[in-house]
């Protein structure tokens, strides 16, 4: 079999791997690269593996007038900045010791060691530069068969580092065969040593649930999570429950971490996901907005088209009421409505504290009507 893909014939892998070939060196490509491709799925980064030491990597593509970043040169990976684009270009490893969270590596020779130190089957893959694929572990019937296992003993493999157990929902997410489920061994191991969450930084589990609600369909695979144990780890007080009526209500819209993690609930998600200034902003309205007995135009009013669709779609999602008909419609009405009545039709029988207070009184009763009561109406009410 061999992999397909712009990206192969790019003009910057092509330089690398016969640069490093053409040195007596194996260049192949690894991981993501190859398995999207063999799913025909889209390639974000293309990684290459080799049995050159880093400094050989550097040193000939430097002579090769290519950019060089040590971004790794400790675990043997460099950057090499060819006709453009940018490939990592990682020495083949074996680990020496673990501890959960990071590895002591030794270079190696053999791309048998490389690919027994990686986390599944899928991602053991390797290709060469005319496309042609080495299965050293026997990932390839893994992979076409969307099942997702652990390279060798699954305990073993989370072990060596604990965010293996988010890693292990996550790429079910987004490549495993819903139909067949998750890998009961799998499953099993990231049960049993769930604990081993607690050791890891809040930065790196908030990045992996992040990618793991950013999947089309996540919810067999969080349910999972939450039956292992592994969900309350991460995030205490989440429900699972709702996740799934609200994919089925999302009906085509992009998949959103945030609208997905509101489904979820939980206590401290802001903190306990490091999340980003606005992603907890967003987080904090559309929780606030479940809250608020507000029509789609009121919400869209208040948070925006996307947002007060969210708002609208989680709402229905955890009251089990599906949307009332036409409600994009109002979700569009709403974001592109103003509020009728200013401070300057209120003055200057109203000043200072007592003119904002008539003027958030007039929104409440405006978002209320659905924002229907028009500006002549709304005066009546505030006496002037």
Known sequence: MKVK?????EAGSQALCRLLEGAGHQALFVGGCVRNALLDAPVADVDIATDARPETVSDLARKAGFKVIPTGIEHGTVTVVAHGHPYEVTTFRRDEE?????????FSDRIEEDAARRDFTMNALYARAD????????????????????????????????????RFFRFHAWYGDPEEGLDPQGLAACAGLAAGIDTLSRERTGA????????PDPAPAVAAMSAAG???????????????????LEEGRAPDATRRLAALGGEDAAERLRLSNAE??????????????????????????????????????????PPGPGW???VARGAAATFPVSAADLMPALQGPALGARL????????????????????KNSGA
């Open 5 to 9: 893909g712009a990206w192969i014939n």
């Open 98 to 106: 673990t501890d959960g969270r990071r590895a002591v590596v030794a």
């Open 131 to 166: 496309g042609s694929v080495i299965d050293p572990l026997g990932g390839l019937p893994d992979l076409l068969a969307r099942r997702l296992r652990f390279v060798g003993e699954a305990e073993a493999r989370i072990r060596e580092d604990y965010l293996r157990i988010l």
């Open 208 to 215: 992996e649930m992040r990618k793991l609600l950013s999947a």
């Open 230 to 248: 592994v969900l309350a780890r991460i995030l205490p007080g989440a429900d699972a429950r709702a996740l799934p009526v609200l994919v089925h």
């Open 280 to 321: 907890a902003r967003d987080l904090a309205a559309l929780r606030d907005s479940l809250g608020e007995d507000e029509s789609p135009a009121a919400l869209a009013w208040r948070h925006g088209a996307s947002r007060g669709a969210d708002a609208v779609l989680l709402r229905a999602a955890l009251t089990g009421t």
């Open 328 to 330: 994009q419609d109002e």
């Open 360 to 379: 958030r009184a007039l929104e409440k009763l405006w978002l209320h009507s659905g924002l229907r009561i028009g500006k002549e109406e709304l005066l």
